[in-house]
């Protein structure tokens, strides 16, 4: 196998683990590159059909071609798609500063609609190589009562084994590609062909590295048009990926406060 072979190999074994272990189960679908990777790896796994259902929490501010991606491959790709309003920011920590403030109202309908379905565990699509807080994470990442993180006391996972048992009522957070790295992830799009919204590929001298609300969110300078050009540019910049991420550069601990009570 080569290096994309590998990565897709031991992903689909996490899929295939976390089906095994947990009755109720879902994943989250946040419609950017890493996500989309998600399901197709997803429907790979169990031969072209997604077994559990994909969670959108819908903050209503994302931009019209992340909706129209998202109506248009929810009905092509035969998601089972369970869809939840984001409270509204009155609702959330008035400490937090204003942008992480903004994006903690997915935390929030993230736990509700794990109430709400009583989900044992939930499968997201972050990688460690993405922002320092998220290299601290498992594969198998066990949360409190209120979906608490407590990234100081997480299972160790030498090898590829990884705990899977936890005490009733332990709430898990699943990271399939939590070993990828962003040019893994635009490698593999090339390979596969993986759909993807337009906002990726520059325009203007600008593109989206990182999707998410429309207020919060900004582009980087870029010509990389293509996923070739895209490729190529990653390959050499320095510039972070999340760096047009409001959030993450707002206060040195405002993303693992974030992170911490639950943030994707």
């Known amino acids: 196998m080569d290096h994309l072979d590998a990565l897709e190999s031991q992903s ?31 429907k790979k796994a169990f031969f072209g059909h997604m077994p559990f259902p994909s969670l959108f929490c819908d903050t209503g501010k994302k931009f019209p071609e992340m909706y129209d991606f998202r109506d248009r491959y929810a009905k092509e790709w035969g998601l089972n ?10 609702e959330i920590d008035p400490t937090l500063p204003p942008a ?7 935390t929030e309908a993230l736990k509700r609609a794990i109430a709400e379905f009583d989900f044992q565990a939930v499968i997201a699509g972050i990688r460690r190589d993405e922002e320092p807080t998220r290299a601290k994470e498992r594969v198998f990442s066990p949360r409190g009562v209120d979906a608490n993180w407590n990234f100081k006391d997480q ?3 030498f090898w590829d084994q990884y705990k899977t048992d936890f005490a009733p009522g332990t709430h898990v957070r699943i990271h399939p590609i939590l070993h990828w790295t962003e040019l893994d992830i635009w490698r593999y799009i090339r390979r596969e062909g993986i759909p993807l919204v337009p906002l990726y590929y520059a325009r203007d001298g600008k593109r989206y590295r990182s999707l998410g609300d429309m207020d919060i969110t900004h582009p980087v300078a870029s010509n990389a048009a293509t996923i070739d050009e895209i490729i190529a540019e990653l390959e050499h910049t320095r510039v972070p990926e999340r760096s047009g991420r409001a959030m993450d550069s707002e206060t040195e601990d405002a993303f693992e406060r974030l992170r911490s009570a639950g943030y994707m």
């Open 155 to 157: 299972p160790p996972e």
């Open 12 to 42: 689909i074994y996490i899929f295939r683990e976390a089906f095994n272990r947990f009755d109720r189960l879902a994943m989250l679908w946040s419609l950017g590159k890493d996500s989309n990777v998600m399901i197709w790896l997803a």
């Open 81 to 90: 798609l369970i869809l939840r309003e984001c409270p509204p920011i009155e």
């Open 100 to 106: 992480a403030r903004s994006a903690a109202r997915k």
